[in-house]
């Protein structure tokens, strides 16, 4: 599950040409105001004790606002795979802030086609070739022009990075909500390197990906902060070894890294390097120890540390991304799991809610 989320970078997927029904015109009661930023706290406060499908799915209603989203998920069954090479699609659930949830179609786990701003204000969803950007607190509906691809929400969710191929590296453009505007960015991307943060509609961070068969984990990650309008750059550095001893940032392909949250953040997986000892038997393998460290993508100042629960009874413990000031971690086991918030200045757990086997989870901001 870690690298399906970190490497590929999904968000959802498959909703288009799923036929969804519509409810009747009755008043939410998740209206949600909109003025002030919203908490991971607030996102989260309703859900329920255990997440699990409504008997009756009811499909998002277009005609009246439902509040912000605190979540999307799936659960996926292996026992749909079949040998022809197409990809399975499961139904994907919108959970909003109050509890409440809706179906919002199918989708598969490789092509990104559902996401939600950071705020949990605006709902993307891709449909007939085309990108459609939803406002949870409304009515509202915003098209991406054809041909752009969504690939970054900013950190405030008062904008989206928008990608354009052209040639070798990509043409950006910045899509402004609400009112949907596109504006075209100095800064292009290249192939390379992994994108992090969106911060503020403003800066883009960024990491550079090794790939190829001598690629290493690496002891320390630089990572690029750029100014979307061609203005002056900078970078701040992720060192693990001055946080958790000697280790190296996994795997070797990619960095398993990520970035957002308020204040903007980036987190990697390290695990120690430990060598074998001379002479020792060979045993049964044994899972080394992870954990989480952080960078303040302002200031450059450690954003602190969380050691990963790897092995404990079945169960362990997966980075999802970020909301707000905590890291937010699957606790998985093998009947159940649980989504679990973490504090990491303190350390301090809260869980969020029960899961059933097989849930996949995407995040606001994801």
């Known amino acids: 599950m870690w690298l399906v989320v970190a490497l590929t970078g999904v968000l959802a997927a498959g909703a288009a040409g799923v036929t969804i029904g519509r409810t009747g015109a009755t008043r939410s009661a998740a209206l949600a105001k909109v003025a002030a930023p919203v908490t991971a706290r607030e996102l989260f406060a309703g859900l329920p004790d255990r997440l699990s499908p ?69 709902f993307a969803q891709r449909r007939d070739e085309q990108w459609w950007i939803r406002d949870l607190t409304g009515t509202a509906e915003r098209a991406v ?12 969710g008062r904008s989206l990075l928008l990608g354009q191929p052209s040639g ?32 503020g509609g403003r800066e883009l961070a960024t990491v550079e990906v090794k790939v190829g ?32 001893g000697p280790g190296d940032i996994r795997n070797a392909f990619a960095p398993l890294v990520r970035g957002g949250g308020d204040p ?22 044994t899972v080394p120890p992870m954990t989480l460290v952080g960078v303040d993508l302002r200031s450059g100042l450690s954003a602190g540390r969380i050691d990963l629960v790897v092995v404990r009874g079945g169960k362990a ?15 998985l ?13 303190t350390g301090t757990r809260r869980v969020l809610s029960s899961l059933p086997h097989r849930t996949r989870v995407i995040l606001p901001g994801g």
């Open 54 to 122: 409504p008997a009756t799915p009811t499909a998002l209603p277009d005609d009246r606002a439902v509040g912000r989203g605190a979540l999307l998920y799936q659960i996926n069954d292996p026992d749909a795979l079949d040998m022809t090479g197409a990809l399975p699609r499961w139904p994907m659930y919108l959970v909003t802030a109050s509890g409440e949830q809706f179906s919002v179609g199918l989708a598969d786990i490789v092509r990104a086609s559902q996401a939600l701003s950071p705020d949990g204000r605006w």
């Open 333 to 345: 086991a093998v009947g159940a799991g649980e989504l679990v918030a973490v504090n990491p200045v």
């Open 168 to 199: 070798a590296d990509e043409a950006y453009a910045a899509f402004t909500l609400p009112g949907g505007e596109v504006r075209p960015l100095a800064l292009r991307g290249t192939s390379g390197r992994k994108m992090l943060a969106f911060i």
């Open 264 to 285: 903007p953040t980036a987190w990697a997986l390290v695990t120690p390097q430990e060598d074998v000892p001379a002479g020792k038997p060979a045993g049964k393998p």
């Open 213 to 244: 068969l001598n690629a290493s984990p690496r002891r320390q990650l630089t990572i690029a902060i750029q100014d979307v309008n061609g203005g002056s750059a900078r970078s701040v550095s992720l060192d693990t070894t001055h946080q958790v």
């Open 145 to 156: 022009p054809p041909g752009y691809e969504l690939r970054q929400w900013s950190t405030d």
């Open 317 to 331: 413990e997966t980075f999802l991304g970020l909301a707000g000031t905590e890291v937010i971690l699957q606790d």
